[in-house]
C-alpha cells in the first residue's frame, strides 16, 4: 500500500534508514509488548525505532502484530492467510499455526486476507520486524470497530493461545497516541493515553469506551491489556515527549513509543 510513500521500497536505503534510527540487531532492551506508531518513516520512523530498540534484545520465535483498520468499515478480527507478508528487507513468513488456533477460539475472529490488502498500519513496521527479528515468523492481526464484546472475545483468544508461548513472542500493537482537529486538545488526548498506560489497564478501556482516549489503536491495545498477557507489567513513554504532524484532513496526530517493561513499584 506505501511501500515508497512511507517508507523506502529499496533495500539497501530502507536498512539505511533503519540504522539511523538506532537500531541494532540483537542489540536492546526486553520489553516483551510494545506500541509504535505507523505514520511515514519522515516523521515518526525515529519514535518507531525507539519502541523496537526497547525490545530488540530478544530474539522472538513469532511476533504478533495487531492493529486497528483504518480503510473499511466492516466490524470483527481479521486474521491473514497468507504465505508471507512483503518488505524490503525480504519476506516475514506468517505463522499459520498460531492462526488458526486464535480463529478456532471465537467466531469473530475470522481468517480473511481481504482487510489486509487495503491496510498500511501493519505494513509500515513489518521492515522494523524483519530488521529486529529476521528470524521471526508473523501473526497479523487487524481488528474493526470498538465494541466491548469483541475486545473481550480477541482478549480471550490472545490469552488461551499466546499466554503458553509469551516467553517466546513479542507483541506489537500499531497505533498513534491521539488524533484531533484541536492540536492542543489531541495533546491533551494523548497526555491521557500514556498516563492510562502508565496506571494500568482498566482506566485505558473506560478511557477507549468512553472518548476521552483516541488513539486509532485504542480497541486493540484495550484487548492486550484485557487478556492478562501483561500482568506484571507497566506501559512507560519511548521516548519521553510526543513527535505531532497535520495530516491530510487537518487533524493533528500524535505518536509515542509505548514499551511494556516488569513493574518495579
Known sequence: MVSGL?????????????????????????????IAPHGAWDISGAVAGAAFSSAAGLAP?????????????????F???????????????VDAGTIYELASRNASLRVNDIPHLQEHGIEVLLPFIKYC???????????GGSR???????????????????ESSLVVVSSNLAINADAKRGL?????????????GELFCDGVQQGSITACGGPAIAALLQSGLLRGKRGGLIPDTFTSAVDDEKDTVYYG?????????
Open 188 to 200: 491533551t488526548q494523548a497526555e491521557t493515553c500514556v498516563e492510562a498506560l502508565e496506571r494500568g
Open 79 to 93: 486474521l491473514s492467510d497468507s504465505i508471507h507478508f512483503e518488505t524490503p528487507l525480504g519476506n516475514l513468513p
Open 148 to 166: 466491548p464484546p469483541m475486545i473481550a472475545a480477541l482478549a480471550r483468544a490472545m490469552s488461551a493461545v499466546l499466554e503458553p508461548l509469551m
Open 61 to 77: 520465535c513469532r511476533v504478533v502484530i495487531l492493529c486497528t483498520l483504518h480503510k473499511l468499515p466492516d466490524e470483527g478480527v
Open 6 to 34: 512511507f517508507y523506502p521500497d529499496d533495500p539497501v536505503e530502507a536498512r539505511e534508514r533503519l540504522d539511523s534510527f538506532g537500531l541494532k540487531q540483537g542489540s536492546g532492551g526486553t520489553a516483551r509488548a510494545i
Open 257 to 265: 513509543g509505548i514499551a511494556f517493561r516488569n513493574d518495579v513499584a
Open 133 to 143: 527479528f529476521p528470524g521471526a515468523s508473523i501473526v497479523p492481526v487487524l481488528m
